[in-house]
Structure formats: C-alpha cells, structure tokens
C-alpha cells in the first residue's frame, strides 16, 4: 500500500469517525431531551398544586381533598423490607457466581436461570406470593407477602448486576492483594467490592426504583386497601402503596378530584424515585471527591 492510499483510507476512517461521533453525540441529545421531557410533563402537572397535607391525609373514596399519607409510608415500609432481604441475599449471590461458584454446566446452567428469572413478569411473582402467603399461609394480602415477594422480583437482577460487577475488577487488582498475603475473603472484601460498589449500588438504585413503583405484585399480594392508619407497621396489614393507589384513583376512583389526586401522586411518586437514586449515589460522590477521582 503506497503513500496515497494510505492517506486516502486515513481520511475516510476519520470521517466515518466524525459521522460516529455527531451521530452518537444526538442520539444522546435526544435522549436526554425526551428524559427530560417526560419528567418535567409529569412533575409540572403535579407539584405546583402539591400542598403539604396532601402527604399526610388519608385517602377519600367518595368526598373530594384525600391524600396520600398512608399509601405513600406503606411505600416505604414495604421497600424497606424487600431490599432489607433482596440486597444482601443478591449481592452474595452475585459474588458467588462471579468469585466462587465453578465453571461447569451447572453453574452455566444455574446462571441462565438468573438472567430468564431477570425477565419474568412481575405479575407471575404477584401470583406466586399470592399463593405463598394468600393460599399456603392463609395470611391474605399483607405487607409483609409484599415486601418478601418484591424481594423475590428484584433478586435475580441484583444477582446479576452484582457478578458483572463484580467479574469487571481487573485482575491485576486481585493479584496484588495475593501477593501482599491476603486471603481471597479479605481480597473480595477490601480490594474486590471496593472497586465494584460503583456498579453495585446502581444495580442497587434500580431494583428500588422498580420496587417502588410496582404495583402488579402489590395489588396480588398486600391489597387495594390500607389498615386506615397513619404509621401502621404491622406486617399482616393490608399495604396498599403509592403506585397502586395511583392507578386505582385513575382507572376506578369516583372522587370528583380523581384526576388531581393521580397528577399529585404520579408527580410524588417519580420525584422520590429521583430522590433514592439521589440518596444512593451522594455518598459514592462524596467519597470519590474526597479520594480525588
């Protein structure tokens, strides 16, 4: 290849890379602008009518000005409980597969099960803790039912985030803690998961985001209803959230403010949503600038 032909097909390489770049430079654009969008056409509906006792009140079925107060703390409460058994079960599940677990069929096997499970329906995990609890148990529609079969939901992804996490620390990182002594527990605890917390707490941001908003598996299995108090942290209450309560005041609800009331809690239940990924993600800032990165 003379001279010429090499500057030729150096020219058209660096124009198909500039063609790449502006291409991949909109696609983000636009991406970002319809993000953006969506956020602001859900939150401008519902936060400038947004009143402080909207967040407090109980719910009305038939007079107008309810709120949200129970529904939005079942929210909570039943998120708590899924990630208080989903987290640390996934996160070792996932630092099994990737740290521990052999490399045979079985493994190869056990792994396509977690990816399948990851794209299950969330309703076929509503029906599966509806029979668990609402059949077996005979408990009814609880929050606990709901609390344990989100968990199930969002343990496989979190499985899964964590070992592709876990599998993308260079192993340099991992020699070298051999060769100061270290054992491979204090390898995976002190250089391993450091390094992946990044990737884990955002596998993390999105189970709980999902699991807020869920609401096929909470309808099946903690109910249409709340216990009718403000703090009611019993698990065999009914637990009715945010996201169910949205969609029931929008498809069923007789209230003449029906509409409002679905505008104000869509607009609460993304703006908290934004708020946890707000919360999880702060600390790893913080961290990184105090570290200089």
Request: net charge positive; hydrophobic share 50%.
């Amino acid at each position: 290849m003379n001279g010429f032909t090499r500057t030729r097909h150096t020219a058209r390489a660096q124009r198909r890379n500039k063609l790449a770049t502006i291409g991949f430079y909109t696609l983000g654009v636009l991406v970002m602008l319809l993000i953006f969008w969506l956020l602001f056409t859900i939150l401008s509906k519902g936060l400038p009518s947004l009143r402080p006792d909207f967040l407090l009140k109980q719910p009305e079925e038939i007079d107008p000005g309810g709120g949200i107060g129970p529904v939005l703390f079942n929210s909570f409460y039943i998120l708590f409980i899924s990630l208080l058994i989903s987290v640390p079960i996934g996160i070792g599940a996932g630092i099994y597969m990737a740290e521990y677990a052999p490399d045979n069929a079985f493994t190869g096997a056990l792994r396509i099960c977690v990816e399948s499970l990851s794209s299950v329906p969330s309703i076929v995990f509503g029906l599966l803790g509806l029979a668990i609890f609402a059949e077996y148990f005979g408990v009814g529609l609880t929050i606990l039912g709901g609390g344990v079969s989100l968990a199930l939901l969002n343990l496989p992804m979190l499985a899964r985030v964590t070992e592709e996490a876990v599998r993308a620390v260079p192993g340099e990182i991992r020699e070298a803690g051999y060769a100061l002594g270290m054992t491979k527990f204090h390898v995976i605890r002190k250089v391993v998961v450091p390094v992946a917390l990044p990737a884990i707490v955002t596998g993390v941001c999105l189970v709980a985001g999902r699991a807020f908003g869920e609401s096929a598996v909470i309808i099946l299995t903690a109910g249409l209803s709340t216990s009718g108090e403000m703090w009611d942290f019993n698990l065999f209450s009914p637990g009715e959230t945010l996201a169910v309560h949205l969609w029931y005041v929008q498809s069923e609800a007789i209230v003449e403010d029906a509409r409002q009331i679905a505008d104000k809690s869509a607009a609460v239940l993304v703006f908290v949503v934004l708020l946890i990924n707000f919360m999880f993600r702060f600390p790893l800032w913080l961290g990184n600038r105090r570290r200089g990165r």
